[in-house]
């Protein structure tokens, strides 16, 4: 979609010796999302998230930023391979 909008992509073809593979990584910006104004994204609340080293942790804010109710952890065990550790964070978001 970015070469039929004619909009920038960055290539860049890397050769690893030692593994004696060809890599190829592409990249571009997305264009600026448009913004609404801080009181209407805050008019019904929002979620604060806190990330920690076994979970996440988030929280409902009222339109002041005051906690409200119980705040609710989604827990993730980040051992193992990058496969597993990548599927526990994506899980938990």
Known sequence: D???AN???AYRIHYDVQRGRWYLTASWQYPPTQTIPLAAALAHGVIGVDTNAD????WRLDRHG????NPRRFFYDLRGSADHRDAQVRHAL
């Not at 005051?66 to 109710?69: A, D, Q, R, V």
């Open 2 to 4: 970015r070469v039929e």
């Open 7 to 9: 909009r920038a992509v």
């Open 55 to 58: 979970h996440l942790a988030a």
């Open 66 to 69: 005051n906690p409200t109710g």
